[in-house]
């Protein structure tokens, strides 16, 4: 799986990557559902993805 921020190779069972640390998955928080981290839409249940908030 390519990091979508640095571009880094990581092995697909990798939850950040291994270079830079960016989220190389998205968690819906619907329905616990794990979409590639360029998803907008869950693509289990439909809801947004986009509607995720950092934390502080």
Same mark, same amino acid.
């Given at each position: 799986? %390519? @990091? =979508?921020?640095?571009? #880094? *190779?990581?092995s *697909? #069972?990798? %939850?950040f990557c291994?270079e830079c640390?960016?989220k190389?998955i998205?968690? @819906?928080p619907?329905?616990?559902t794990e979409?590639? =981290? *360029?998803?907008k839409?869950?693509?289990e249940?439909?809801?947004s993805? #986009? *509607?995720?908030t950092?934390t =502080?």
């Amino acid at each position: 799986m %390519k @990091c =979508p921020h640095c571009q #880094t *190779e990581n092995s *697909e #069972t990798r %939850k950040f990557c291994r270079e830079c640390g960016a989220k190389l998955i998205n968690i @819906c928080p619907q329905c616990g559902t794990e979409n590639p =981290p *360029e998803d907008k839409f869950c693509g289990e249940c439909g809801q947004s993805l #986009t *509607e995720l908030t950092a934390t =502080p």
